[in-house]
C-alpha cells in the first residue's frame, strides 16, 4: 500500500514523462537548416492579418529561434519587423544580442528599433525598462510606445 | 335574431376541380361536356346548355326557358324569356354595362360609372366611403342607407331617420333566405349580395364582368382569367369564390385572387413606386432623403389608388415620408443587417391593415419607403460599383478610410456607400506615433493601397478541419468568425510607406469597436463584401486620416 508521498511522487514522474519532458523537448529540439527554411517561407508568403502573421514562427518555438535571429539581422528581410515582435513571443534569451544589436544601431529605421525594445521587453522586463529610458531619451517619439510596454497595452 | 333562431340547414359535395355535385336546395350537379368539365349541364331539375366560348345560352328552370345571347366580348346583350325578347343589355367599349332595358315593361336603368345612374325617370347617387356603399340618394327624395354584414351585403336599410325599411339574409351562396319589406312605399335596394346589384328579371347578380346565378353558385360565363395557375380550383372558372363564399367575395367577377389585388395593388403600387422614386434619387442625397421621397410617393400613390381625398394623400404622404426616413435613417446606422427588422416592420403593419384602416397607408408609405431606401441602397451601391469598377481603370480613388468610415466614391467624387469601422486597437490614435507601432495602430495614411475582390476570403469555403483548427486558436482563422467574420479582404500594398507594415485585411467580426491591429474592421461588413464583389478589378483605397 502506498502512502500519500509515495503517490505523489510517482504522480509528479507521470507527469513528468509525459507532458513536461516532451513539451520541452519539443521546444528546444534541433531543426534542420531545411525546415526551418520551410517554416520562414511559410512566414513570408502567409497572407492572414497582421494580429496573426508570426503564426508559423511563433508556432515553432524554440526551435526556430537560431535561425530567425540570423535571419533578422539581414535588413532586406521580408516581415522583419514581426520577426523581431516574434522573438519576444518567442521568448527565448538566445534572441536577446541580436535584439539589443538591432536596438541599439542608430543607423536602424526607428520602428525597427522599437520592435527590438518590445521583444526585449517581453523576454526580459528589467533589461527591457533599461533600454525604454535609453530609447526615450535618444527619441522622444518612442515615449508613446514605451507607455504602452509599462502599461501591458502591446 | 336571438342566437338559434331560424336556424337552417343546407349541405354542399364538391369534387376535387372545384364543381359543385350537391346543393341541398338544387339538387345534384351533373357535368358531362366532354370538353367543357367545368359546365354544369344539369342541376337538380335545372338544365343548362352553353356555346363554344363557355357562356351560357340556355337555362331551363320551373317550365321558364331563359335564352341568352352574347356579344363579341362574351357579354350578354339579349335574354329572351320563352322565346320573346326580356332583358337587353348595352356596353361601353370597357365592357361595362351602361344600359338595361327590360323590354316586357320599357322599364330603362341607366349607368352613369359607380356613382350614378337612373332607374327609370329615377336619379340614384350612390355614396361610397372608400369601396363601401353607404347610401344611395334618389331623387324622389329618399334616402337608402346600407348597413352591410361582414361580405358587405347589404342587410339592413334605414331611412334618413334611421327607420328600418328593408331587412335581407342570404344563403350562403347568395340567394334570398329572408327578404323583409317593411314599407311598401320605400324602394327596395337593387344592391344587395356583397353590395353586386341584383338583376331581379332574372334572378342574377351583375358581377360586372360576369353574371352570377346564386342558385347555382356558379357564374354563367367562364371566367377571362385564371389568376392562380398553381391552384387547381383556379381552373375553375366558373366557380364563386373557390366556393368559399362566407370567407371571400368577388367585387370584379374576376376572381376572388384578382379582388384581393384590387384591394391590396395600391400599396404595392405604392410599394413599387416608393422604391422606383428612391432609386432615382442621386446617391449624394444618402439613404435618408431617399427613403422620404420614396415614402412620400408610395404613401400619396397608395392612398390616390385607394380612393383618398386629398386631405388623406397629404396625409398618407407625409406619414409615409416621414417612415421612409426613418427606414433610411436605420439603413444608414444599420447596414443591410436591418433588413429583416424593417421588413419584418413593414410586414406587422401591412398586417394591421386589414383590421385597421386608418394604418392602411402609413404601412404603405413605411414599406415603400423601407423598400425604397434600401432598394436604393443597394441598388447604387451595385450600379455605382460598376462606375467605381470603371474608375478604378483611371485611377480614382473610390475607397477611402479616414479613420472611422470607410467611403467608396463614384467617378465624380459622389458618394456611393459607407461603413463604418475602427482600424487600430482599444486605446490606439491615428498619431504617426500609433501608426507605426506594429500590431497595434491603425492602417498607415502613407501607403498606397488597394482591394482586391479576386482576393475575398470567405469562412464558409474552410475545410472542417481548419474550421476545427480555427476554434482551438490555430490555423490562419485563428479568432474565428467571432474575430474576423463571415468574410475577409487583404488589403494590397502598392507602394507608398508603410512603416514597414503589413498584412492589413478589411473584415468584420464580434466585439464593436475593438479594433484587430491596422486592419480595418466594419461595423456592416456584409454590405460592404456585396459592394466590393461587384467590382470587377483591384479598387484604390485612401487612407486619410
Known sequence: MLDNKALLRRLGVAMMIFFVFPTYMCSTRSMTPEEANRILNLFYLDNVPEPINDRHIVDAGRAIVPYLTKEVQRRDMPKRGYAILALGKIGDRRALPVLIQILEDRTELIYFREDALRAIWHIDRQLGEKFAEMLGEENPDSIDIIKLLRNGQI | ?545
Not at chain 2, 451 to 478: F, M
Not at chain 2, 502 to 509: A, E, P, T, V, W
Request: proline share 4%; charged share 15%.
Open chain 2, 1 to 545: 335574431m336571438a342566437p338559434g333562431q331560424n336556424a337552417y340547414t343546407r349541405s354542399y359535395s364538391y369534387d376535387r376541380i372545384g364543381n359543385i355535385t350537391y346543393k341541398s336546395d338544387v339538387g345534384s350537379y351533373a357535368y358531362t361536356y366532354n370538353n367543357q368539365p367545368h359546365a354544369v349541364r344539369t342541376a337538380g331539375a335545372v338544365s343548362l346548355q352553353y356555346d363554344l366560348a363557355g357562356n351560357m345560352t340556355q337555362k331551363v328552370s320551373n317550365g321558364v326557358t331563359l335564352g341568352i345571347t352574347w356579344n363579341a366580348d362574351n357579354k350578354p346583350t339579349l335574354i329572351t324569356r320563352n322565346g320573346s325578347d326580356y332583358i337587353q343589355y348595352t356596353y361601353d367599349g370597357n365592357g361595362t354595362r351602361v344600359r338595361k332595358v327590360n323590354l316586357a315593361t320599357g322599364f330603362v336603368t341607366r349607368y352613369y360609372g359607380e356613382v350614378y345612374e337612373e332607374r327609370g325617370t329615377t336619379g340614384v347617387i350612390h355614396l361610397f366611403a372608400k369601396t363601401t356603399r353607404i347610401a344611395s340618394v334618389r331623387t324622389d327624395g329618399t334616402i337608402q342607407y346600407y348597413h352591410g354584414n361582414h361580405l358587405g351585403s347589404a342587410s339592413v336599410i334605414t331611412d334618413a331617420t334611421g327607420t328600418v325599411k328593408e331587412t335581407i339574409e342570404y344563403l350562403p351562396f347568395g340567394s334570398y333566405r329572408d327578404r323583409q319589406d317593411l314599407d311598401g312605399s320605400f324602394p327596395n335596394v337593387n344592391y344587395t349580395f356583397t353590395d353586386q346589384e341584383d338583376d331581379d328579371e332574372t334572378g342574377l347578380y351583375n358581377y360586372r364582368a360576369r353574371l352570377y346565378d346564386p342558385l347555382l353558385g356558379r357564374f354563367i360565363s367562364a371566367d377571362s382569367i385564371v389568376s392562380e395557375p398553381g391552384n387547381l380550383q383556379a381552373f375553375n372558372r366558373y366557380s364563386y369564390c373557390v366556393n368559399n363564399p362566407l370567407v371571400y367575395t368577388d367585387p370584379s367577377g374576376h376572381s376572388w385572387l384578382s379582388d384581393f389585388f384590387d384591394d391590396f395593388g395600391g400599396d404595392f403600387l405604392g410599394g413599387f413606386v416608393g422604391a422606383a422614386v428612391a432609386v432615382l434619387c442621386p446617391p449624394a442625397w444618402g439613404p435618408v432623403i431617399a427613403g422620404m421621397l420614396g415614402g412620400i410617393a408610395a404613401g400619396a400613390t397608395s392612398a390616390a389608388v385607394n380612393g383618398a381625398g386629398l386631405e388623406g394623400i397629404l396625409q398618407a404622404a407625409a406619414l409615409g415620408g416621414a417612415m421612409g426616413a426613418i427606414g433610411g435613417g436605420i439603413y444608414l446606422n444599420y447596414g443591410t443587417d436591418s433588413i429583416p427588422y424593417m421588413i419584418g416592420g413593414g410586414a406587422a403593419l401591412a398586417t394591421a391593415r386589414a383590421g385597421l384602416e386608418g394604418l392602411s397607408h402609413f404601412a404603405a408609405g413605411f414599406a415603400g419607403g423601407v423598400t425604397g431606401s434600401v432598394m436604393a441602397n443597394d441598388w447604387l451601391a451595385n450600379t455605382s460599383n460598376n462606375e467605381a469598377g470603371s474608375a478604378a481603370c483611371v485611377e480614382d480613388d473610390p475607397l477611402k478610410w479616414n479613420g472611422r468610415e470607410l467611403s467608396a466614391t463614384d467617378a465624380k467624387g459622389n458618394e456611393i456607400g459607407s461603413w463604418g469601422g475602427v482600424s487600430g486597437r482599444t486605446g490606439s490614435t491615428t498619431s504617426q506615433a500609433h501608426q507605426r507601432i506594429r500590431g497595434y495602430g491603425p492602417i498607415p495614411e502613407g501607403g498606397q493601397y488597394s482591394v482586391n475582390p479576386q482576393s475575398i476570403q470567405r469562412w464558409s469555403d474552410l475545410s472542417w478541419y481548419q474550421k476545427a483548427l480555427a476554434a482551438v486558436g490555430r490555423g490562419e482563422w485563428r479568432g474565428g468568425v467571432q474575430t474576423w467574420g463571415n468574410t475577409r479582404v487583404p488589403i494590397n500594398i502598392q507602394g507608398g510607406t508603410v512603416l514597414s507594415r503589413g498584412d492589413f485585411f478589411i473584415h468584420g467580426g464580434a466585439y464593436p469597436g475593438v479594433g484587430t491591429g491596422g486592419c480595418i474592421k466594419l461595423q456592416n461588413p456584409g454590405s460592404f463584401f456585396r459592394y466590393l464583389s461587384g467590382q470587377n478589378g483591384s479598387i484604390p483605397l485612401t487612407v486619410k486620416y
